[in-house]
């Protein structure tokens, strides 16, 4: 009996070993924490736009086809390509956009196969009627590093509805900090 009992803890660490991915270290050939300017330089081509976002952090827009050195996931097809910069300049989220019908398939099957079941799976809902599902919502969190989001809305209108992205939780943990004192100080100013 006791034998039998270890037998099965052993597979049991062991399946949970095989699915204990690394954190990737960045998004197409974009190392984590790397400045606008590097990913400038990298591919060799300027951005199709710079916007702000929230907060001071700055975004880095390119179409898909710009000839980028992209992770590719199976055979998706990609509509755009955007790249998140903290106010400090340091590379934290990137994202990509593509038409849910020809791929989300593709890219569920890539992210289960290298990272296992999802952690959560929340379905997107309408706002005036909950019990109207318009999506999907898939979570990983590797290492406690980096979340991967992989969802779809029905409701684009742009034929753009789905979107898989990658968010470096250190640089995004103190981009949380900076807007908590930031709203500090204008409280204390009020």
């Known amino acids: 009996m006791k034998k039998a009992i270890l037998i099965i803890i052993s597979l049991l660490i062991l399946s949970n070993v095989a699915w204990a991915q690394k954190a990737p270290d960045g998004f197409g050939g974009l190392k984590w924490g790397s ?32 000839k980028l050195n992209m992770e590719k996931i199976g055979e998706a097809k990609v509509t755009y390509y955007s790249y998140s910069f903290s106010k400090s300049g340091k590379f934290y989220l990137a994202r990509v956009d593509f038409p849910k019908d020809l791929n989300f398939d593709i890219f569920l099957k ?5 990272y296992g079941n999802p952690k959560s799976m929340t ?15 898939y979570t990983w969190i590797i290492e406690n590093k980096v979340e991967i989001n992989l969802s779809f809305n029905d409701m684009e209108q742009r034929g753009v509805n ?8 250190p640089i995004w943990r103190e981009i949380l900090k900076e807007k908590e004192k930031d709203a500090v100080k204008t409280k204390d100013k009020l």
């Open 110 to 114: 890539a992210l289960i196969m290298k």
């Open 123 to 137: 379905p997107l809902v309408l706002k005036i009627n909950p019990k109207a599902r318009i999506g999907t919502e």
């Open 35 to 66: 400045s606008i300017e590097k990913l400038k330089e990298m591919v060799n081509i300027e951005p199709r736009e710079i916007f702000d976002l929230p907060g001071g952090e700055k975004s880095a827009y390119f179409s898909a086809y710009d």
């Open 162 to 169: 789905g979107m898989l992205s990658y968010l470096y939780l």
